[in-house]
RNA sequence: GUGGCUGUAGCUCAGUGGUAGAGCCCCGGUUUGUGGUACCGGUUGUCGCGGGUUCGAUCCCCGUCAGCCACCCCA
């Protein structure tokens, strides 16, 4: 080990099981976005470095993993999909129907310190809707977030949205007399709210000619306080959704490109970091593409919800049952005589065709060895093939019980 | 980038200033063509790396790398 290679730091290795439970995490992604009436695209995982420079400014540099290629381009592995969708979208907006549903599943790389729940390398699941700014869109994302976690098999009991408007602070903050170039200033500080000394956020306000205790109160009434809230929550009462959103106007979503309605979903009782967010970003694709497209998405990472899933007992549990499934064959056969070999890979070889998970030894071995190991890789049928073949033994696993038939009649029998 | 904790067989860990153990896993066996339990046996480590103190360090000290946790950040 000391002399061996190891993987670098934040990044991870995905034996059988980890590959198994990745796999699971992406089919119900995939599952739940297509049964959303969304269509998977992908963009590329190296970029120009200026495409995020462009987006989040210069201090984005030390967060990326960037180097100068051998055409001394400045390329940057990816840290997220938004800004190569906006690219996307609007470079070729004339050839789609709006509003656009698009999904993507792929790996980012960030070069961060990692700790729980962030690598330096990690899935996310992205999930757009452009070409139209209606509410009822902000509400589909939401309603999608919230099947998921379904799908995983959390409950009210595990998750909730918080769900925040941009809007209702600019808003307030315009009433409250802040002066428009201090408006990111002022967001920042509602970003830090919760996290910080009551006495230095009111320090921090006291220049802004913003109380703290008006900010609060604005926050208790954050279920008035817009109208675009309104009618998402109305809009998913209406799908018997609306236990699970909570209007929490604390959560400003850092200083990202958000227009508008925001929110992120979170674990109730773990503690854990937002499992998913995102929100409306109208101007991003402007920004980056010169065309003016009303956006609004989500990403869910791989690691937070992977963490979660183990945490939780419903959802460990299907996942378990998930990577059981996935890795099991279904008939082992067994080679009781070795001259029979011949015959078995026949066997074996028509077994396969017919579309059943099938293995045996490879090399001889005693008749015992072989349902051992046909018990270890999750079989529920042997087929023993031995001397009396062309007549075979097929027996359940899990049953103990057997019969014999002509191998002509095997795929009938089974 | 900052701070705290940790670093011993593939995994989970124990241990002592005099060059190391357990359980699990894995492999083999418990005789003749039938499996999940049981029993027996076996493999594996430069005790993260480098330096220092010492007659001698896995154990003490320093550094480094890596991991975990928190802060910063979180697109």
Request: aromatic share 10%; proline share 3%.
């Given at each position: 080990?000391?002399?061996?290679?190891?993987?670098?730091?934040?990044?991870?290795?995905?034996?059988?099981?980890?590959?198994?439970?990745?796999n699971?995490v992406?089919?119900?992604?995939?599952?739940?976005?297509?049964?959303?009436?969304?269509?998977?695209?992908?963009?590329?995982?190296?970029?120009?470095?200026?495409?995020?420079?462009?987006?989040?400014?210069?201090?984005?540099?030390?967060?990326l993993?960037?180097?100068?290629?051998?055409?001394?381009?400045?390329?940057?592995?990816?840290?997220?999909?938004?800004?190569?969708?906006?690219?996307?979208?609007?470079?070729?907006?004339?050839?789609?129907?709006?509003?656009?549903?698009?999904?993507?599943?792929g790996?980012?790389?960030?070069?961060?310190?990692?700790?729980?729940?962030?690598?330096?390398?990690?899935?996310?699941?992205?999930?757009?809707?452009?070409?139209?700014?209606?509410?009822?869109?902000?509400?589909?994302?939401?309603?999608?977030?919230?099947?998921?976690?379904?799908?995983?098999?959390?409950?009210a009991?595990d998750?909730?949205?918080?769900?925040?408007?941009?809007?209702?602070?600019?808003?307030?903050?315009?009433?409250?007399?802040?002066?428009?170039?201090?408006?990111?200033?002022?967001?920042?500080?509602?970003?830090?709210?919760?996290?910080?000394a009551?006495?230095?956020?009111?320090?921090?306000?006291?220049?802004?000619?913003?109380?703290?205790?008006?900010?609060?109160?604005?926050?208790?009434?954050?279920?008035?306080?817009?109208?675009?809230?309104?009618?998402?929550?109305?809009?998913l009462?209406?799908?018997?959704?609306?236990?699970?959103?909570?209007?929490?106007?604390?959560?400003?979503?850092?200083?990202?490109?958000?227009?508008?309605?925001?929110?992120?979903?979170?674990?109730?009782?773990?503690?854990?970091?937002?499992?998913?967010?995102?929100?409306?970003?109208?101007?991003?694709?402007?920004?980056?593409?010169?065309?003016?497209?009303?956006?609004?998405?989500?990403?869910?990472?791989?690691?937070?919800?992977?963490?979660?899933?183990?945490?939780?007992?419903?959802?460990?549990?299907?996942?378990?049952?998930?990577?059981?499934?996935?890795?099991?064959?279904?008939?082992?056969?067994?080679?009781?005589?070795?001259?029979?070999?011949?015959?078995?890979?026949?066997?074996?070889?028509?077994?396969?065709?017919?579309?059943?998970?099938?293995?045996?030894?490879?090399?001889?071995?005693?008749?015992?060895?072989?349902?051992?190991?046909?018990?270890?890789?999750?079989?529920?049928?042997?087929?023993?093939?031995?001397?009396?073949?062309?007549?075979?033994?097929?027996?359940?696993?899990?049953?103990?019980?057997?019969?014999?038939?002509?191998?002509?009649?095997?795929?009938?029998?089974?």
């Open positions: 080990m000391a002399k061996g290679f190891q993987t670098l730091p934040g990044f991870r290795d995905f034996y059988p099981d980890d590959c198994a439970a990745r699971y992406f089919e119900k992604w995939r599952a739940v976005a297509q049964r959303y009436g969304f269509v998977e695209y992908e963009a590329p995982v190296l970029e120009p470095t200026d495409l995020y420079k462009r987006k989040s400014g210069d201090e984005i540099v030390h967060q993993f960037c180097f100068t290629d051998k055409g001394k381009r400045d390329v940057s592995m990816r840290p997220e999909l938004t800004p190569s969708l906006a690219r996307m979208a609007a470079a070729r907006q004339r050839d789609f129907k709006k509003p656009l549903k698009w999904f993507s599943i790996q980012f790389f960030r070069y961060e310190k990692q700790q729980k729940g962030r690598g330096r390398e990690f899935y996310q699941f992205n999930c757009d809707i452009l070409g139209e700014s209606s509410p009822a869109v902000d509400a589909e994302l939401i309603a999608l977030s919230i099947d998921l976690m379904r799908d995983f098999g959390f409950t009991d998750f909730k949205i918080r769900l925040s408007d941009r809007n209702a602070w600019t808003d307030f903050a315009t009433r409250s007399g802040v002066p428009d170039d201090q408006l990111t200033a002022f967001l920042q500080v509602i970003d830090k709210l919760e996290r910080e009551p006495e230095k956020t009111a320090a921090k306000l006291e220049p802004l000619g913003v109380s703290l205790e008006a900010i609060r109160e604005f926050i208790a009434n954050g279920d008035t306080a817009s109208e675009v809230i309104t009618q998402i929550r109305q809009d009462a209406a799908r018997g959704m609306g236990d699970f959103v909570e209007v929490d106007l604390s959560i400003v979503r850092g200083l990202a490109y958000y227009t508008g309605a925001v929110f992120e979903v979170f674990d109730i009782g773990k503690g854990m970091r937002a499992v998913a967010g995102g929100g409306r970003y109208d101007s991003l694709v402007n920004l980056i593409g010169g065309v003016d497209m009303p956006a609004a998405g989500f990403a869910m990472g791989d690691m937070v919800i992977t963490d979660l899933i183990r945490e939780s007992e419903t959802p460990n549990e299907r996942l378990a049952n998930s990577i059981v499934g996935s890795q099991s064959i279904d008939i082992f056969v067994i080679v009781a005589d070795a001259e029979k070999r011949a015959e078995s890979l026949q066997v074996v070889q028509d077994l396969r065709t017919a579309g059943y998970r099938t293995s045996y030894a490879y090399t001889d071995a005693k008749v015992g060895k072989q349902f051992q190991s046909a018990e270890q890789l999750g079989a529920k049928i042997a087929i023993v093939v031995g001397t009396e073949f062309p007549t075979v033994t097929i027996k359940q696993l899990d049953s103990r019980e057997e019969k014999t038939c002509a191998i002509s009649e095997l795929m009938e029998e089974l």
